[in-house]
């Protein structure tokens, strides 16, 4: 029994390679999201969108681990504000210059990375899991209970400089902000989708759905893992020190299970271990979100609501969802509009790991 | 001198507590293979069921205790159907972490729901006797405390009775060391996993009541509750009933010691480093068998 | 008692059970031998509803039960030792047994079942504490089989008793085996050849690439040079 799961696995795992994304729409999604703060000049919206810009990039580093690796960190949410405490800590404390202190952050974080990625590399995923998020609730906690004022404890650090936007009217400095995240939006996923289609991604691949074929294929599963580690963390802590420039606070506030709860229903409402899935499922929360961000306790439910009715009903998330009814819908039209074939769905793209 | 002692009887006594949240999920990770990141849920259901019976039908908190144990072990069967089962064996999904993502989920839903029902302020459950008992000169302990350790020390005397001695709790464990096997002999394994869902889900409902009147309750009761569960649950390694029960004290005496010699703010990161270190020499766990787990 | 027709079963991509079609008389002794790998532990297993069949139909006792859950099958009456024993490695040998009176109409008796087994295994009733994974090879197979004899049978199925044994273990499981058949129990016995069914009067079919391609006699398929040299090598 065991071994059919495992086959099975492995001819999803070789059909499931990443598909090439067509230029043409991906250019045109990129000139929508550029225009957007043109267009469309309200600031709150803007606030909203360059927020859902940050959780992409935040959302794309976890997916690197969570849903490429198999790496079940669940840490995640504190690499991402050691990142940002990071950041604000030496530009209020050392004058770094900010621009400097987005690269400090991501430093700091994969440094942080290093401290739980030894354990952790050598962990079963059920064990790596709970190591995990108990770090990042240790870290939470610490923060909170600190009195020493370095980070200020609960309250968080404010009074963050930001980035050297000088000169320019609050408007135009919200869209250089806006502009930027959405810069390192592109250069993450350009950065993931070479990561995903690298020799170094196959093998990450392989080892995911088939660790005893690729063991026997020379993949060393500890060297995999620590490059993955490493790069995500720094791209989160990128994340974090942008957020904590763009905010010009960083809190507790962003750790815990609340945050966290978001976060895990962007990934699996996106699509764990797909390239468009953290996108697109960061998309879909935070406009459910803002349509419910008058009644804030319910806001929670229904995200948790969603994301258990998508792990239940499409495991695979939206992305998958999505191809499956796209390459039907080819197929029907290749047809002639006879009838659908659901005798063969088509291999989805990407899986839960 | 007697300040150690002091430590070590509330170590002792928290130690009770963590065995009873996490003797549950070992149990669910023996026969299911997976986390019930829901349990932390569970200590809260049971914090308001034994508030509510208090504050609305005037009822101690041992009444409060069976209640909580019934409504959440139907919470827990509930759990299994809607967030489980459905999960159960699909090709290409990886279940370990998808029941993982779909309780925590659960958890999530429930939180947020009691924070709308109940609202975020903490509500106050008396003791279930109150005052102290004095040991030895200079060490007391609160006669709650000592409630609350005899009834977990009970419960998990029966949950080992249970497991060895009847059909069901037979079966649980047979469905955890061989589950071809168990379905061979005749086991209905769904039921069974309904059953352990219930049980652990119960256990948590019952520390819940426990802690009510220590911590009060709130939205986000169960946080701590699991999380120390999950340290313990590492700690321990997932393995067997026995080393799960010896890693909850063990972590309840540590933390104790800790917060003694260190302070309480230093608890967790310092127990955290030690488990680190367990984690980096014994990579499953003080208890836990190297390929699969079992009870 | 029992009859399949025309089944079916696949490990995801890998066909196993290509169309067999068998039936077991009450109180028939029916031996399946055949190379290893070429489906003999699928039909047992597709049988008892642990594998799920792609295609064909299992009756059992005149009730239909592919698709069944092999607890409810189990229930019903037909017991099924399988490859490797499969104890509970953790549990004691007495728990291990009793844990063969789980439906609930053996459970009322388990204790003098348990005497029972104990009178034919001795050995087990020395061990009776001791944990199942600590057992010698021998002693796990007369666990198995006593597991088995544990609730009633109206069929029993074993999976190659002989795996993995010093000869002379072989030979006394197989002592008990025969004790079992004399019994008058209807049984299906998985073998890999008939070394060690010489002496049962018995019913053979050869499974071979999923399929059943001969059948007969122990003593006309022992006869048949080809059979024995083409499929089992010897």
């Known amino acids: 029994m065991a071994a059919a799961i495992d086959e099975a696995r492995a001819s999803i795992g070789r059909s499931m390679g990443w598909r090439r994304p067509n230029p043409f729409a991906v250019g045109l999604l990129l000139l929508a999201a550029v225009a957007l703060p043109l ?60 621009w400097l202190s987005l690269i400090t952050g991501g430093v700091a974080a994969a440094l942080a990375s290093a401290v739980i990625g030894i354990p952790i590399l050598r962990l079963r995923g059920i064990y790596a899991s709970l190591l995990t998020f108990s770090f990042g609730e240790v870290v939470r906690l610490l923060v909170i209970s600190d009195e020493s004022g370095v980070t200020g404890g609960s309250f968080g650090l404010s009074g963050i400089p930001g980035l050297a936007f000088e000169g320019l009217s609050p408007d135009s400095k919200q869209r250089a902000y806006y502009w930027l995240a959405l810069v390192l939006v592109v250069l993450t996923a350009v950065f993931v989708y070479l990561f995903i289609h690298s020799p170094l991604g196959t093998a990450l691949k392989a080892l995911r759905d088939s660790p005893a074929y690729a063991a026997s294929r020379g993949v060393s599963p500890l060297k995999m893992q620590v490059i993955t580690f490493g790069t995500s963390a720094f791209i989160a802590g990128v994340a974090g020190a942008f957020y904590a420039q763009y905010f010009g606070v960083i809190s507790p506030s962003v750790m815990g299970l609340g945050p966290m709860s978001l976060f895990v229903a962007m990934l699996v409402v996106g699509g764990l271990g797909t390239f468009w899935g953290p996108m697109l499922g960061t998309a879909v929360i935070m406009v459910v979100s803002e349509y419910l961000r008058d009644f804030e306790e319910a806001r929670l439910i229904v995200v948790g609501l969603i994301l258990l009715v998508t792990i239940v009903v499409a495991p695979r998330g939206l992305v998958a969802v999505l191809q499956q009814a796209w390459a039907r819908l080819q197929r029907w039209m290749a047809e002639g509009g006879s009838a659908v074939d659901d005798a063969a769905p088509p291999p989805a793209e990407g899986a839960a790991p | 001198m007697t300040s150690t002692v002091q430590a070590i009887v509330s170590g002792l006594v928290t130690g009770s507590i963590y065995a009873l949240m996490t003797v549950g999920m070992t149990l669910i990770y023996g026969t299911l293979r997976t986390l019930n990141m829901a349990l932390g849920a569970m200590v809260l259901v049971g914090g308001y069921v034994s508030w509510m019976l208090f504050s609305g039908l005037g009822w101690g908190p041992l009444a409060g205790l069976v209640a909580a144990a019934a409504v959440t072990f139907v919470f827990g069967v509930l759990i299994q159907q809607v967030a489980v089962r459905p999960l159960i064996g699909r090709i290409g999904v990886d279940f370990e972490m998808t029941a993982f993502i779909s309780t925590f989920a659960v958890a999530i839903v429930l939180a947020n ?156 990161p310092v127990l955290f480093l030690v488990i680190m270190i367990v984690m980096l020499i014994r990579p499953t766990g003080l208890f836990g068998k190297p390929e699969e787990a079992r009870l | 008692m029992l009859e399949t027709r025309n089944l079916h079963a696949s490990y995801g991509q890998t066909r196993v059970l290509e169309g067999i079609d068998l039936s077991v008389g009450d109180g028939e ?92 295994f001795p050995a087990l009733g020395e061990r ?74 018995a019913r053979v079919l050869l499974l071979e690439s999923g399929r059943i391609v001969r059948e007969g006699s122990v003593a006309e398929l022992q006869a048949d040079e080809t059979v024995m040299a083409t499929y089992l090598g010897t």
């Open chain 1, 39 to 98: 267009v469309w000049r309200n600031d709150y919206v803007i606030d909203v969108a360059l927020t859902a810009l940050i959780w992409m990039v935040l959302n794309q580093s976890w997916n690197l681990q969570l849903g490429i690796g198999g790496i079940w960190n669940f840490g995640q949410l504190a690499i991402f504000a050691i990142g940002g405490y990071v950041a604000a800590l030496v530009s209020l404390h050392w004058g770094l210059p900010p």
């Open chain 2, 113 to 268: 729901l009691a924070l709308r029902i109940y609202g975020a302020r903490s509500k106050a459950v008396p003791p279930v006797i109150a005052g102290r008992l004095r040991l030895i000169e200079g060490v007391s302990v609160s006669w709650h405390s000592l409630v609350m350790a005899g009834v977990a020390i009970a419960m998990l005397v029966t949950l080992g009775i249970f497991l060895s001695k009847t059909r069901y709790g037979l079966g649980i464990s047979a469905v955890a060391q061989q589950l071809d096997a168990a379905r061979l002999m005749g086991i209905p394994v769904q039921r069974v996993y309904n059953l352990t869902m219930g049980v652990s889900s119960a256990l948590a409902g019952i520390a819940g009541v426990l802690l009510a009147s220590v911590f009060f309750v709130s939205p986000n009761a169960g946080d701590l509750p699991l999380l120390k569960a999950l340290i313990v649950a590492i700690f321990g390694g997932l393995g067997s009933v026995r080393g799960t029960i010896v890693a909850a004290y063990i972590i309840g005496l540590l933390e104790a010691l800790i917060s003694l010699y260190f302070g309480v703010k230093w608890s967790l």
């Open chain 3, 29 to 120: 002794v029916v031996i399946v031998i055949g190379p290893n790998g070429h489906g003999k532990t699928t039909l047992l297993r597709t049988i008892s509803g642990l594998v799920a069949p792609s295609q064909g139909e299992v009756w059992f006792a005149d009730e239909r039960i592919d698709g069944a859950r092999p607890d409810v099958i189990a229930s019903n009456g037909l017991v099924h030792i399988p490859q490797g024993d499969l104890p509970f490695g953790d549990m004691t040998v007495e728990e291990n047994l009793v844990l063969g009176a789980f439906p609930a109409a053996a459970w009322a008796s388990r204790s003098e079942r348990l005497k029972d087994v104990f009178g034919i």
């Open chain 3, 128 to 201: 009776r504490g001791q944990r199942a994974r600590t057992l010698s090879g021998g002693e796990r197979r007369m666990l198995a089989l006593g597991r088995g004899l544990m609730r009633e049978a109206r069929m029993l199925m074993i999976d190659e008793p002989s795996l993995g044994l010093a000869p002379v273990i072989v030979n006394e499981v197989y002592r008990h085996i025969e004790r079992i058949v004399r019994s008058g129990v209807t049984l299906l016995l998985v073998e890999e050849n008939l070394s060690h069914v010489q002496t049962f009067d």
